[in-house]
């Protein structure tokens, strides 16, 4: 009877694992999410590399899209292959998917002998057991459970750290590509100061020119240098950030931008329910929500097992000498005397709440960011429209005026010049503006968590209205 007991213990054990199911390792290393995130948000490949071939591929991927003036889609799709930022966040993948793993997986039993002799050396008595751990497989279920909802949040925050990285490169791009626009036009006013001031020095030693417009001639013309030295100092910056989240260095690092910024689109995107649209989209409160729950069954299996810590069952065998062997089991019982796990039951309620609460919070940031996001995007085009619009139009026209003013001699070259650096001037704040609508519309997406939705049929003010000469955007 004791025998078939053992043998009961044992059958148990078994059917109880394999009830539990069979936790292995998936063969994406739970890439999936974060792949998806990349195609269907950003609209480019992730790509996890572990192999020399892979990372060849990439290499020479990267390689294809640098041969040709690179663009934002380009960049960002260099930085979600190339970054090895990113692909050290990847690793919390593996992490996470071998503590998974590992809580379907019952500890190794556990075997003891004992060995005793009596004084006079003859007499002895062996003790032998092989133990389980039981209550790990009672818990098994719960605890696998509860490390898959932690997976999910890991996969979560991986994806959005390929969304933040994607979006992130996108802006770079902008900021570097109107950087380099703003050091030609500044390079033109620098030109112009400086013919400027050449013409003033000569007339002034011919002693058709004071000394006081000359000296201001020459101020204008340092002002400008210091300038333009400025702003190559950005350009420079702004490229060495994109180079950066690209993950570019040596050769591949000298690659060529395009030459402008994209156009302003005709009208705004008008944009019903976007807090809405956040609260479901936006990975940090969807991670945030798993985590949560992840937070919740922990508290159910810490209740479950507040009481008993270890408990381990299985056959026992006892031999002594000149006596026949005796056959039993073995029950090892932790006895809550001074430990009843309430402070475990706290800690784990404490954090459940703690949780909770970090949800509602970010919640409202998102309905916050998304409508602040929103508002910035909005004005943002306006002032890109009036730079586009009126500014730079009104101060062509001016330049145009003063061109024949200056053919009939009714104006003076410093004058010419004068108004040519203005010009400039107002060309360099429509860039200026362009760029922050570009980055402004960034930042929507990211509030929005990662793409914009389609842009409803309109009527009204704001409705597309056809471009002609005087609203086409200026060129250099």
Same mark, same amino acid.
């Given at each position: 009877?004791?025998?078939?007991?053992?043998?009961?213990?044992?059958?148990?054990?078994?059917?109880?694992?394999?009830?539990?199911?069979? !936790?292995?390792?998936?063969?994406?290393?739970?890439?999936?999410?974060?792949?998806?995130?990349? +195609?269907?948000?950003?609209?480019?490949?992730?790509?996890?590399?572990?192999?020399?071939?892979? /990372? /060849?591929?990439?290499?020479?991927?990267?390689?294809?899209?640098?041969?040709?003036?690179?663009?934002?889609?380009?960049? =960002?799709?260099?930085?979600?292959? %190339?970054?090895?930022?990113?692909?050290?966040?990847?690793?919390?993948?593996?992490?996470?998917?071998?503590? &998974?793993?590992?809580?379907?997986?019952?500890?190794?039993?556990?075997?003891?002998?004992?060995?005793?002799?009596?004084? %006079?050396? !003859?007499?002895?008595?062996?003790?032998?057991?092989?133990?389980?751990?039981?209550?790990? &497989?009672?818990?098994?279920?719960?605890?696998?459970? =509860?490390?898959?909802?932690?997976?999910?949040?890991?996969?979560?925050?991986?994806?959005?750290? !390929?969304?933040?990285?994607?979006?992130?490169?996108?802006?770079?791009?902008?900021?570097?590509?109107?950087?380099?626009?703003?050091?030609?036009?500044?390079?033109?006013?620098?030109?112009?100061?400086?013919?400027?001031?050449?013409?003033?020095?000569?007339?002034?030693?011919?002693?058709?020119?004071?000394?006081?417009?000359?000296?201001?001639?020459?101020?204008?013309?340092?002002?400008?240098?210091?300038?333009?030295?400025?702003?190559?100092?950005?350009? !420079?910056?702004?490229?060495?950030?994109?180079?950066?989240?690209?993950?570019?260095?040596?050769?591949?690092?000298?690659?060529?931008?395009?030459?402008?910024?994209?156009?302003?689109?005709?009208?705004?995107?008008?944009?019903?329910?976007?807090?809405?649209?956040?609260?479901? +989209?936006?990975?940090?409160?969807?991670?945030?929500?798993?985590?949560?729950?992840?937070?919740?069954?922990?508290?159910?299996?810490?209740?479950?097992? /507040?009481?008993?810590?270890?408990?381990?069952?299985?056959?026992?065998?006892?031999?002594?000498?000149?006596?026949?062997?005796?056959?039993? *089991?073995?029950?090892?019982?932790?006895?809550?005397?001074?430990?009843?796990?309430?402070?475990?039951?706290?800690?784990?309620? #404490?954090?459940? =709440?703690?949780?909770?609460?970090?949800?509602?919070?970010?919640?409202? +940031?998102?309905?916050?960011?998304?409508?602040?996001?929103?508002?910035?995007?909005?004005?943002?085009?306006?002032?890109?429209?009036?730079?586009?619009?009126?500014?730079?139009?009104?101060?062509?026209?001016?330049?145009?005026?003063? &061109?024949?003013?200056?053919?009939? =001699?009714?104006?003076?070259?410093?004058?010419?010049?004068?108004?040519?650096?203005?010009?400039?001037?107002?060309?360099?704040? *429509?860039?200026?503006?362009?760029?922050?609508?570009?980055?402004?519309?960034? #930042?929507?997406?990211?509030? &929005?968590?990662?793409?914009?939705?389609?842009?409803?049929?309109?009527?009204?003010?704001?409705?597309?209205?056809?471009? %002609?000469?005087?609203?086409?955007?200026?060129?250099?």
């Amino acid at each position: 009877m004791i025998a078939l007991a053992s043998r009961g213990i044992v059958i148990g054990v078994l059917s109880t694992l394999l009830s539990t199911g069979c !936790v292995t390792f998936s063969k994406d290393g739970g890439f999936g999410p974060a792949k998806t995130v990349a +195609e269907e948000r950003l609209g480019k490949r992730a790509a996890l590399t572990t192999t020399d071939d892979q /990372r /060849r591929d990439v290499q020479r991927e990267t390689d294809a899209l640098l041969a040709q003036p690179l663009t934002a889609d380009d960049a =960002m799709q260099i930085a979600l292959l %190339n970054n090895r930022g990113l692909q050290a966040t990847y690793a919390g993948l593996g992490i996470a998917e071998a503590d &998974l793993v590992q809580a379907g997986r019952l500890r190794n039993p556990r075997f003891t002998t004992t060995r005793t002799r009596a004084d %006079n050396g !003859v007499n002895f008595k062996n003790e032998t057991s092989l133990t389980f751990p039981i209550v790990e &497989l009672l818990t098994m279920p719960l605890a696998i459970k =509860m490390e898959r909802r932690r997976f999910e949040a890991v996969q979560l925050q991986v994806a959005g750290e !390929v969304l933040r990285l994607g979006l992130e490169t996108r802006a770079a791009w902008y900021r570097a590509v109107a950087a380099n626009e703003t050091v030609r036009y500044y390079g033109q006013v620098l030109d112009a100061a400086e013919a400027s001031a050449e013409l003033g020095r000569r007339m002034t030693r011919a002693g058709n020119m004071n000394r006081r417009d000359q000296l201001r001639e020459q101020a204008f013309y340092a002002d400008a240098a210091t300038q333009f030295a400025r702003v190559r100092v950005e350009a !420079v910056a702004s490229r060495e950030r994109l180079t950066r989240l690209m993950g570019l260095w040596g050769a591949p690092a000298g690659y060529q931008l395009a030459e402008r910024l994209p156009d302003l689109p005709k009208t705004p995107g008008n944009y019903p329910d976007l807090e809405a649209i956040a609260l479901r +989209e936006r990975l940090d409160v969807v991670a945030a929500k798993a985590e949560a729950e992840g937070i919740a069954r922990s508290l159910g299996l810490t209740k479950a097992t /507040r009481f008993i810590n270890v408990l381990e069952l299985g056959p026992a065998t006892v031999m002594e000498q000149e006596t026949a062997i005796k056959k039993g *089991y073995e029950i090892s019982l932790e006895v809550p005397i001074f430990d009843w796990g309430t402070a475990r039951v706290a800690k784990a309620e #404490a954090q459940y =709440m703690q949780a909770v609460n970090r949800i509602a919070q970010r919640a409202v +940031e998102a309905r916050s960011e998304v409508r602040e996001a929103y508002a910035a995007y909005r004005a943002a085009w306006d002032t890109s429209r009036h730079y586009r619009d009126e500014i730079v139009p009104v101060r062509k026209r001016i330049s145009e005026e003063n &061109l024949r003013r200056y053919n009939g =001699m009714l104006l003076s070259v410093f004058e010419l010049l004068a108004d040519a650096r203005e010009q400039v001037m107002a060309v360099n704040g *429509y860039i200026e503006s362009l760029r922050n609508y570009w980055l402004a519309e960034t #930042a929507l997406r990211a509030a &929005l968590g990662g793409r914009l939705p389609p842009t409803p049929i309109r009527t009204g003010a704001l409705t597309d209205q056809p471009a %002609n000469a005087a609203t086409a955007a200026p060129k250099e």
